[in-house]
Structures are given as C-alpha cells and as structure tokens.
C-alpha cells in the first residue's frame, strides 16, 4: 500500500454520486447562482494541517487540469436520471483553478471556493480527500499498522457473516448498507481494498458506494441523493425564507420525476422539516435520510409522522448516515425492523477505521447570491455559519 508519491485525485469521476445529482438540477434551475464553500477541520490533528499546503495546491493544480474521458461520460449517461444535456456540460467542463483559495492561518490550513455555483459545487469531496490522505500520509505507516486496518475489516465481515441468515429473513425489509467513506478515506488505496472486500465477501447485504468512479470500476451500484448544500442554497435564491424547504423538494421532485427519491431533513432541524413535509411530499418521496441528532428519536419521528398522513410506514425507507459504524447499523436495523425498510451508509468507520485517530473535516456552503446560509443541525457543533444575525433570523424562522 505505498502510494506516497501517487497522485490522489485519480478521475473526476472520483466524486460522491449526490454531487452530480444536485450539479445538475442546480445547473438546470439556477444557472447563475454565486456561491461560498468554506473547509473546517472539527478536531484536533496530530500534527498543523497548515503543513499541508504545498502538497494541497500541487493536487489541486492537476485536478484543474483534467477533464472527463468518453468512458466516465458514456457511464454518466447511461445512468437514468442524468440527462444528456448535463452530461454534454461535463465534457467540456474544467475546475478552474482561480475558484479556489488556499492559505493559513496560524497552524490551520485555509481553504475556500468562492464563484459561480456550477463551477464550485464539484471542489468539495476532493478537497476533503485530499487534505485526508496527505494527512495520512506523512503519519505512521507500517505493517503492522496495515495489518490492524485488515483485522479490523474483517472483524465487520465475520460480525455481519454470523448474523446474516436473520438480517436477510425479512425479503420486504432486508438489512442493506452501502460506502460514504470517499471524503474521509484513509487512502485511494485502502478504500478500493474495503469496497472490494465487502462487495466479493457479503454481496447480499453491501449494495454499493457514493463513489462513482469505483462503482463504475467495480461494476456495482452509485448511491446518493442530495446534501445539505442543495436545500441551503435555496435560503438565497429569492424566495422566501420559511419556504426555501418546499421550494427545494419541489425543484428536486421537477427535476428527477421519482428518481433519487429520498430527502434529507436536518438542514434546520427535523420538526421544522416534517412540518413541510405534507402529504404531497410524502406521497412523492421514498423516503427520509438522518444525518444528525438520536437516530431512534429520528425514526419514531418519520413513522408517526406518516402514519399522521394515513400512509403505510412500510412502503417508506429510512436511511441513516450519521457517524455510523456496523454494529450500531445493525442495532437500528433491529429497532426498525417489521415497522418501515431501512438502509444504512457508513462513511469514516469503513474507510478509515485505523489506529490513528480520524480527521473531523468539512467543506460547507456559507454563503449564496451574496446572502448567507445556514444549517441548523439536530446535533450540537454540526451547525455551520459566520453570520449570527442570519443564525438567529434562521431560528426563529423556523421555531429551532
């Protein structure tokens, strides 16, 4: 697993499936939208990511370099809710590098992307997997460091292994988990080792990774939707305040016509979601993704909340992606069971369960149109904005 001179960013097909999802209806319905993404590391790092900076920059000037081949747009294409326009943009598009502003702070690597939406919505997932393998990189590597990533790994295979007969007894609600490590792997490497492990051991139960070049590479299923950017940038985009949620389901539901059907409620909180979420919305979506605050509570919330509206939880899914690892997957899974289907996408505890300890980082949207915006999180220190005013408006707005 050396790969200490390799370049990271491998395609720009490298990117989580949700980020081509939410490119293309944004490039649809607000072409010239401006936007503000900016990075933050939550946790302490072993060492001053600032560090990182000549390296960073070195990566970021190939990416901005390269362009998608036929193949990855032929793959695009033949995905049914991209369409060929937008695949037509993507091959001649090319990150421009002028977008991206890289500095220091002290011990902490700056880095934000300021322009116009289409062209800044993509930097996200590479920043972060870049900052997150340089890091790595210059940290202890050797065997037995590698071997204790291994054990690990196969740890999660034998636990799922001995519980499979009964997480696959229920053929209407089966127990199913997919990859969202791309933006905190360990490495390039590390990650196609897991994802080929899991899909060559467990097939019936890992159904797939938000990683679209390793799908295409692999043969196996892109999972993703929408992120929290998407609902936000509708904070900024003339409408009003209180209506920015139905506003961003409605463009969702115009663009995809049932397609990636599945909706994310946190960006100011659960109950503020649900209640937008009427019949109409209900009726239309698959279902809900839980990206912060008690997963249980969470649940209990979504299956009183249909019942409410008279629809039958079962023909619903719940998918988490909240800091989850595979027992506590399974442990939800159990709760929900018989009551609404489940799915479950595991990110860091997948793709960098090592000794050392893992990189907290984010890249955010923080401002659109010239207007801030916000995500008020169901947990603490998830929330993300550099405008209090706007924060406090945004509360009470939305009674959080």
Excluded at 23 to 39: D, V
Excluded at 65 to 93: H, I, N, P, T, W
Excluded at 253 to 261: C, K, P, S, T, W
Excluded at 262 to 267: C, G, I, P
Aim: charged letters at 25%.
């Amino acid at each position: 697993m050396s790969t200490s001179d390799r370049p990271i960013i491998r395609s720009l097909l490298e990117n989580d499936l949700y980020k081509f999802s939410m490119w293309q209806a944004l490039l649809h319905s607000h072409p010239g939208a401006q936007a503000e993404y900016a990075f933050l590391c939550r946790n302490k790092p072993s060492y001053p990511l600032a560090e990182l900076r000549a390296d960073f920059e070195n990566e970021i000037e190939r990416l901005c370099s390269m362009s998608f081949a036929q193949d990855e747009l032929d793959y695009l294409g033949r995905l049914r809710f991209l369409k060929s326009d937008f695949v037509d943009f993507l091959s001649v598009f090319r990150f421009q590098r002028r977008f991206l502003h890289v500095d220091t702070a002290g011990d902490d690597l700056v880095i934000r992307a300021k322009g116009p939406l289409v062209h800044v919505i993509g930097f996200e997932i590479f920043v972060l997997y870049v900052v997150n393998e340089l890091y790595f990189r210059r940290l202890p590597a050797d065997e037995a460091i590698v071997e204790e990533m291994r054990r690990r790994l196969w740890i999660k295979i034998e636990f799922l292994r001995a519980q499979q007969h009964e997480l696959l007894a229920n053929p209407r609600h089966p127990f199913n988990f997919f990859d969202f490590g791309l933006r905190r792997r360990y490495s390039a490497a590390w990650q196609d080792e897991v994802i080929s492990t899991f899909n060559n051991e467990i097939p019936d139960l890992f159904r797939g990774t938000s990683n679209v070049y390793l799908a295409k590479q692999l043969g196996i299923t892109p999972i993703g939707t929408m992120a929290h950017e998407y609902l936000q940038a509708f904070q900024a985009l003339g409408i009003r305040l209180r209506d920015f949620q139905t506003a961003a389901l409605e463009g969702w539901v115009h663009e995809f016509r049932g397609d990636l059907g599945v909706a994310l409620t946190d960006v100011v909180g659960m109950d503020a979601f649900l209640r937008d979420f009427d019949l109409y919305f209900a009726k239309l979506f698959d279902g809900l993704r839980h990206d912060s605050g008690d997963p249980i509570v969470w649940g209990e919330k979504a299956i009183a909340h249909y019942k409410k509206l008279r629809i039958d939880p079962e023909t619903k899914r719940l998918v988490f992606s909240d800091a989850l690892d595979v027992p506590r997957a399974v442990a939800l899974y159990h709760h929900f069971s018989g009551r609404i289907s489940t799915s479950f996408g595991i990110g860091t505890n997948l793709t960098n369960d090592t000794p050392h300890p893992a990189l907290n980082i984010v890249m955010k949207m923080v401002s659109c149109n010239g207007q801030p915006v916000a995500k008020l999180s169901d947990s603490p220190g998830k929330t993300m904005c550099n405008d209090e005013t706007f924060l406090a408006y945004l509360r009470q707005v939305f009674s959080h």
